[in-house]
């Protein structure tokens, strides 16, 4: 008797691959990418769930206009039942984020494993980075306390001055008015839909292209006509 | 097909190096389950009865047991991190200045330290080049794929990239000592 899969057409498997993904995702990882670190991208993610969580419950409670921003941060802070172990956490993962894809990319660098064929695999980990970096900048403004505020003014000058574009970047971050409303806005949409977004996707390419062409092999010579 | 006589004398290690290259690679879906029946009958295709199932048991025996060892060093990685978690929570938990006002001097704009090598060269370079010097940085790091060629991965074999990479390190604790005492 054929399945109802078979029968109404709906074979997911067979439009998204999900079986040989699953397969290559379990396939064993080799001796030699069984220490410490070649675990520090794992950790990376573990640190960017706990960020998406807390940042999630941050959400409830954050009022991203100029004048209950900082309030809000208080009441979180001061006032609400483990908030400030909360906030704390969302701080202290920025931290522990930015160590562990520091430690990453070292890794990476010294053993070469960028080599062909992980070269999309390296640029999907810089884009990362700079993801990350952009959660920072954009995360800072948001409690609107006045060192949040002055470093915004102090980075708006900066991009103020590069040739060309500089006038034109400070207007699309800022909305005209360094350290306004604006700014507040866009820095919070930034931080919690559109780096989110991008974020998941670059994550995604980069475990997808990491599992598909496994580990390199530490002390292996690859002059591009292997697949190892 | 393969003379089963003549192959079954080889040792197991040259069977899982031709294992490892692929040549008995079965269908994605196979690879689930090395242990499957028609895995073995596959490989004893090639390999002749009595090889194909040493080499399908020690693949077994190989993934069994480091599953275990991945599983404790990645739930104890996990807990180093969520005690690494609590105390910097506790112990450097985030502050909240005063609140934010036209009228107030501007506060101390050190950033987080791990941003502090790239606020040390804003203070000792023009702001143009404080902000496209990290972008041509960035740049050139995506582009080190393409830059470094020879595809040589022991340390010995790439030491003036390995030199480079401390250099640059030394680089940016210098930045970040700078970035920590200016205002």
Same mark, same amino acid.
């Given at each position: 008797m054929a399945s109802l899969g078979d029968r109404t057409l709906i074979r997911p498997d067979d439009r998204l691959g999900v079986r040989e993904g699953v397969a290559r995702s379990l396939r064993p990882v080799p001796d030699d990418a069984r220490g410490v670190w070649y675990g520090l991208g794992g950790l990376t993610v573990f640190v960017a769930l706990m960020q998406a969580l807390t940042g999630a419950y941050l959400t409830l409670y954050y009022v991203p206009t100029s004048d209950r921003a900082y309030s809000s941060v208080s009441y979180v802070t001061n006032y609400l039942h483990y908030g400030w172990l909360v906030r704390s956490i969302h701080a202290s993962g920025a931290q522990l984020m930015a160590v562990f894809i520091v430690v990453h990319v070292v890794r990476v660098y010294a053993s070469a494993s960028y080599a062909h064929p992980r070269e999309l695999t390296w640029i999907a980990g810089v884009l990362l980075l700079v993801t990350a970096m952009s959660f920072v900048l954009t995360g800072d403004l948001l409690p609107w306390d006045q060192?949040?505020?002055?470093?915004?003014?102090?980075?708006?000058? %900066?991009? *103020?001055?590069? #040739?060309?574009?500089?006038?034109? /970047?400070? &207007?699309? %971050?800022? *909305?005209?008015? #360094?350290?306004?409303?604006?700014? /507040?806005? &866009?820095?919070?949409?930034?931080?919690?839909?559109?780096l989110p977004a991008a974020f998941v996707g670059l994550f995604l390419a980069h475990l997808w292209m990491a599992r598909t062409q496994d580990v390199s092999q530490p002390g292996a010579v690859d002059r591009g006509n292997d697949a190892s | 097909?393969?003379?089963?006589?003549?192959?079954?004398?080889?040792?197991?290690?040259?069977?899982d190096a031709r294992s490892a290259r692929g040549e008995f690679a079965a269908p994605v879906d196979e690879d689930l389950g090395a242990e499957r029946p028609d895995t073995v009958d596959r490989r004893a295709e090639v390999?002749?009865?009595?090889?194909?199932?040493?080499?399908?048991?020690?693949?077994?025996?190989?993934?069994?047991?480091?599953?275990?060892?991945?599983?404790?060093?990645?739930?104890?990685?996990?807990?180093?991190?969520?005690?690494?978690?609590?105390?910097?929570?506790?112990?450097?938990?985030p502050h909240?200045?005063?609140?934010?006002?036209?009228?107030?001097?501007?506060?101390?704009?050190?950033p987080?330290?791990?941003?502090?090598?790239?606020?040390?060269?804003?203070?000792?370079?023009?702001?143009a080049l404080a902000i496209l010097s990290p972008v041509a940085f960035l740049?050139?790091?995506?582009?080190?794929?393409f830059i470094d060629r020879a595809g040589v991965r022991t340390p010995a074999g790439r030491a003036a990239a390995l030199a480079l990479g401390v250099a640059l390190a030394v680089g940016l604790v210098l930045l970040a000592v700078i970035g920590t005492r200016a205002v």
């Open positions: 060192r949040a505020v002055s470093s915004t003014i102090f980075i708006s000058g %900066l991009l *103020g001055q590069v #040739p060309v574009v500089g006038h034109a /970047l400070v &207007r699309l %971050l800022t *909305g005209g008015a #360094p350290a306004g409303e604006p700014m /507040l806005l &866009r820095s919070y949409v930034a931080h919690v839909v559109l | 097909m393969a003379d089963p006589m003549t192959l079954a004398e080889r040792p197991v290690a040259n069977v390999l002749g009865a009595d090889d194909a199932r040493r080499a399908t048991d020690a693949d077994s025996t190989t993934t069994a047991s480091h599953s275990t060892d991945i599983l404790i060093s990645q739930a104890t990685a996990v807990l180093l991190v969520l005690c690494a978690y609590l105390v910097l929570a506790i112990l450097l938990p909240l200045g005063p609140k934010a006002s036209a009228t107030a001097a501007s506060a101390d704009v050190r987080a330290w791990y941003l502090l090598p790239l606020y040390g060269y804003a203070r000792l370079v023009p702001p740049v050139v790091l995506g582009a080190v794929p």
